[in-house]
C-alpha cells in the first residue's frame, strides 16, 4: 500500500527557513522511473508545482522559486525534505508530496500540511 | 511558463447528465517522445488532488469508465458522462511536458 504523508511546522515567521518531510511507504525512491515531487495550494486557489527529485537524485525546481527551494532525499529513499527560504506571507498554503511515475503522474497524493506564514 | 486554460470556471449539473470541461495550453503539449503529457485531476471538498486521467485519455487506477480524455496539441476535453453526487469538486487539469510543471485553474463542478 502506498503513503505519502508531509510534516512541517504550521507556522513560522517571515523570513525564516521551511522545513518539510514527506515520509512515504509502499515504493522506493530507488527505483527506476520513481519521482516525488512537491506542490501547494494557498486557500481557495489552484496548484503550484515547486520541485521534485528523482530516483537518480536529479532535482528540479520551478524557476520561479529556484533560488529559494531545495529538495533532497534520505538514503533509505523513504523520506524527501524541501527547503524554502526566506519566506514571506505569500508563502502560506497546504504543502503536498505526491509520487510520479512512468506509468502513472501523480498517482498517489499525501494529506497535505497547512503552512502559515505570519508574525 | 505553459498557461493552462480551463473552462468553465464552474458548472452545476443534475445528477445522470454529462459535462465536458476544457483546457487550452498556450503550447504544444506534445514532447520530444511523441507522448503528451496532459492529466487531469479530481479535489474533492477537503481532500488530496485524485488522479482521474493520464497522458490525454489512460484512466487512472480505480476510475470509472464515465471519466474520459480527449484531445491533442494544445486543446484537451475532460468528459463526465452519467454525474454522479461523488463527482462534486474541483477538477484541474496539468501538463508535465515542459518545465515548470503548470496547472489549470480549475473548474468547480456543483450538483444540482
Known amino acids: 500500500q502506498v503513503t505519502l504523508k508531509e510534516s512541517g511546522p504550521g507556522m513560522l515567521q517571515p523570513s525564516k527557513t521551511l522545513s518539510l518531510t514527506c515520509s512515504f511507504s509502499?515504493?522506493?525512491?530507488?527505483?527506476?522511473?520513481?519521482?516525488v515531487s512537491w506542490i501547494r495550494q494557498p486557500s481557495g486557489k489552484s496548484l503550484e508545482w515547486l520541485a521534485a527529485i528523482d530516483w537518480d537524485g536529479d532535482k528540479y525546481y520551478n524557476p520561479s522559486l529556484k533560488s529559494r527551494l531545495t529538495v533532497s532525499k534520505d538514503t533509505s529513499n523513504t523520506q524527501v525534505f524541501l527547503k524554502i527560504t526566506s519566506v514571506d506571507i505569500a508563502d502560506t498554503a497546504t504543502y503536498y508530496c505526491?509520487?510520479?511515475?512512468?506509468?502513472?503522474?501523480?498517482?498517489?497524493w499525501g494529506q497535505g500540511v497547512m503552512v502559515t506564514v505570519s508574525s | 511558463d505553459v498557461v493552462m486554460t480551463q473552462t468553465p470556471p464552474s458548472l452545476s449539473v443534475a445528477i445522470g447528465q454529462s459535462v465536458s470541461i476544457s483546457c487550452k495550453s498556450s503550447?504544444?503539449?506534445?514532447?520530444?517522445?511523441?507522448?503528451?503529457?496532459l492529466h487531469w485531476l479530481l479535489q474533492s471538498p477537503g481532500q488530496s488532488p485524485k488522479l482521474l486521467i493520464y497522458?490525454?485519455?489512460n484512466l487512472g487506477s480505480g476510475v470509472p469508465d464515465r471519466f474520459s480524455g480527449t484531445g491533442s496539441q494544445k486543446d484537451f476535453t475532460l468528459k463526465i458522462s452519467r454525474v454522479e453526487a461523488e463527482d462534486l469538486g474541483v477538477y484541474y487539469c496539468v501538463q508535465a511536458t515542459h518545465f515548470p510543471l503548470t496547472f489549470g485553474s480549475g473548474t468547480k463542478l456543483e450538483i444540482k
Open positions: 503550447q504544444s503539449l506534445v514532447y520530444s517522445d511523441g507522448k503528451t503529457y
Open positions: 509502499g515504493f522506493s525512491l530507488s527505483t527506476s522511473g520513481m519521482v
Open positions: 497522458q490525454v485519455s
Open positions: 505526491a509520487r510520479i511515475t512512468t506509468v502513472a503522474p501523480f498517482d498517489y
